[in-house]
């Protein structure tokens, strides 16, 4: 945990004192962990995201609790159950855009990094779209987690209304910083 911190600080300011950084602090992360016998899905609105668009680097971090979801007791299911999010209150990104250019930002990219959720970080790979809009930075992507590789833990009374693999999909509107 230590690490992943310690990371985030590091990326952060490096992208803080970059020449060329895009920022949000209402990015949107929505998931969708859906069966046949339950719909589950549940968003956060405040997520917060950098860009260093002369390196490539993405930081993000949401609150866990942020997540809002169709009804309070899955809501109070979801933190207090599953991702205990008073042990883990936050998931984070770490990770590089390939080849990204803002001379031409426009088009997919394939991010790399490190996801961070329940304590236990994973490697994720997922293409990235870019898009101008007016002078901001419109990212847009989605992947796949799958619960037991963050070892959030699901009972048997309730497995199959669980997805076994959970849709994230990410949208941030960035905003060039100020220099």
Known sequence: MLRVLCTLFLVTTTIVTAQNKYETKNGIVSFNASTPLENITAENIRVKALLNTDTGEFAALLYVRQFVFPNALMQE???????????????????????????????????????????????????????????????????????????????????????????????????????
Request: charge should be negative.
């Open 77 to 179: 299911h979801f933190n207090e159950n599953y991702l205990e999010s008073d042990k883990f209150p936050k998931a984070t990104f770490l990770g590089k855009l390939s080849d990204f250019d803002l001379k031409k930002p426009e088009g997919k990219y394939i991010l790399k990094g490190s996801f961070m959720i329940h304590g236990v970080e994973q490697s994720v790979e997922t293409t990235v779209d870019i898009d101008t809009q007016d002078e901001h930075l419109k990212l847009s992507s989605s992947f796949i987690i799958k619960p037991e590789n963050h070892d959030i833990k699901v009972p048997k009374l309730v497995f199959k209304k669980i997805a076994q693999e959970v849709a994230v999909k990410v949208d941030c509107l960035l905003k060039e910083i100020e220099k």
